[in-house]
């Protein structure tokens, strides 16, 4: 008796270190000063738009919401620094409490597994929408009414509304997480139940809304916003590497799991509600994370996913009213079998890829994690230090003295510069310039900036565009109203101010200039366009059913743009179908800060002018199996920024006209000179 309360006192022990250590995984602490990296300013800059409340669905359209920056924490940027931490302790805290009730009373080894793997990828920045997920899963279909408790019920619904705000696929998650407890309670006979949780889930939503300071009317531009990012950057990453495993097992498990109940259904084992409840839990889950596919995620966190997706497999299989093939079969022993062929998979994904520094990742965390833990106020004073040399070394104090408090956008990948100067940022809706890649984004874009209330009088510009494609295809209809209506005033660093003009003008962009039809893989000769205008083109490549199904399921075919011009130039870029098949502008091609003065002032030089190049629209896979065979481009020539202005269309500034050209000239005379890129001197000097 003596032996068994020991043993009984050890697996206690055990099993609160357990989750303790998940926990400490689950916590999310700062780990670096904000500084000019993608991801770092990216989440700053959504920390700012919460600070100043701008409200998203309007003033920001983004794959993260009001409360992204939480989930999101990396950057050591603001006041709200503590806030974030408490608030995530919170949630972590709330995540451990439901591991606890389900764990407890279950001895499932699949559950084992998926937190093991929780423990070794706690610190995944988008662990804890998923793990929440898979916890609602199992507490919902393993618990029958008499064992579910109505605060842990309130814990999920405070939860789901929460992540609602947090990130796009939240918004996935949250709402089939929900729409499945009602589904659970609606099967039980309790309908009133079933008005409560959703009634309770729409207040919450209301709740944090406010607590965001949103507008109620942006709730539905929110989640419009959301998705159309979502589709966007699945075509404006189109040509990154996937590792294909992930999609076979995925559309794999889709199919086994379908044919399977199938079976089960000619059979009459199980009733078809369960078989649907499973299978749209498999389905929204796939287009959940589907997203991650565009990104060409070959790290650590492929390893969980695989986890992650076999869940509802998992769960399908322990279902009561599944029956075992004559119970022949372990369903311990064959979820090991299950698990084991992923975790095998997983590994080799790891060992091809670039990033297979996961154990190394993990003691950098633990041991980051320590030190917070151990001297929080020394910890977070690094940060703050941090944070200073980089607001040093990032300073440009002429562009800061001419633009004192105005308002002023960033145009690039990279707004940390923005932040760490303390300039009263002003972002369009989509503020990161290649994930402006469809309609909906560009012309949000176009309309904030024609609005001479919302328009922001400075630009701060850094032309480095997404793999090197054409800058002006990175938000296309923004980049030419920036192009026509901004003149340059100073070049600081590696980056260029723009002042917008007092008076404005915008061409008419009519596609009458002319057609042509092309085939892709087949080159073809380009028009003559006049060197001094701008040519405006738009390429309507159409995918046929498979083409479409390929990018449904999988992502956007690539596709690109190859050239070799009058002099003999080649030269290649990436074409993201969706801002193609809109329009932008093709030639003179701008790569750089200096292309596009070049284009400014008509000196684009001969190895960047498309006009008579050869062209060909390249595909890696066969042409014919994804694509329409004939692609029709349309293309457009107007005067180019000093020569429309020069028309007497309109007459702001004449008497610096001069100065401009030779401002543009000394420029690219000094960074050839130089190599470095770099030239700080403003028109007056010139």
Known sequence: MASMHTSSRTRNILFAAVLALLWVRLVSIPTSALDTSLDISSQAADEYSFIHHYQWGADIIQNIGPFGFIFYDDPYYSNLVLSKILVGFLFSTILVILSYNIIKYSNQFNMSLIFFCTLIFGAMQDIKPYLFYILINHYLLKKSENQRSQPVEFLIILFSAFIFY?????????????????????????????????????????????????????????????????????YA???????????????????????????????????????????????????????????????????FKYFIFSTPIVLFFSHPGIPWPIRKFNERKLMLYFYAALSGISIAALFFSSHHSLFFDIAADLQAKARFFASPVDYLAGLKSELSDNEIKNRLPEIAHIIANEPVDYWGTSPGVVLLNGFHYRPRPMPIAFAAANAYLQEANLRFLSDPERSPRYFIVQMNPLDQRIASQEDSLAFLYLLYNYQPMIHENKYLLLRRRDSLVFPEIAMNGGELTCRINIPFIFPRVTPTDIC???????????????????????????????????????????????????????????????????????????????????????????????????????????????????????????????????????????????????????
């Not at 300071?213 to 929110?222: A, K, M, P, V």
């Not at 990018?551 to 070799?564: A, E, G, M, N, V």
């Open 166 to 234: 947090a990130k796009g696929f939240c918004v996935v998650l949250s709402s089939v997480s929900m729409a499945f407890f009602c589904i659970r309670t609606t099967i039980e006979k309790k309908y009133v139940k079933t008005l409560y949780i959703a009634s309770l889930y729409i207040v919450m939503l209301g709740f944090f809304d406010l607590l965001a300071h949103q507008e109620l009317s942006n709730f539905t531009s929110y989640i419009k916003g959301v998705f159309s990012f979502a589709d966007a950057y699945a």
């Open 237 to 303: 990453l189109a040509k990154y590497v996937v590792p294909g495993q992930v999609l076979f097992i995925a559309i794999a498990a889709i199919l086994f799991v379908t044919l399977f109940s199938c079976r089960l259904l000619s059979y009459g084992k199980i009733e078809i509600r369960y078989i649907l409840f499973f299978l749209v839990n498999t389905l929204m889950l796939y287009m959940a994370f589907k997203h991650s596919f565009n990104r060409g995620e070959s790290r650590s966190d492929i390893f």
């Open 536 to 686: 405006i083109a738009k390429f309507n490549v159409e995918l046929n059913w498979l083409g479409k199904l390929f990018t449904l399921l999988y992502k956007s075919p690539q596709i690109d743009l190859h050239w070799k011009t009058k002099s003999g130039a080649v030269g290649e870029s990436g074409l993201v179908l969706t801002t193609a098949t809109n329009k932008f502008m093709l030639s003179p091609i701008i790569y750089s800060n200096s292309n596009f003065l070049d284009a400014m002032h008509a000196n684009a030089p001969d190895h960047l002018n498309l006009s008579e190049a050869e062209v060909e629209l390249y595909t890696p896979y066969p042409a014919f199996l994804l694509f329409r065979e004939k692609v029709v481009i349309e293309y457009t020539a107007v005067p180019g920024p000093e020569a429309m202005r020069n028309q007497d269309i309109l007459q702001e500034w004449p008497e610096k006209t001069s100065s401009n050209e030779r401002f543009s000239a000394i420029w690219r005379t000094r960074e050839r000179e130089a190599g470095s890129g770099l030239l700080q001197r403003n028109l007056s000097d010139a």
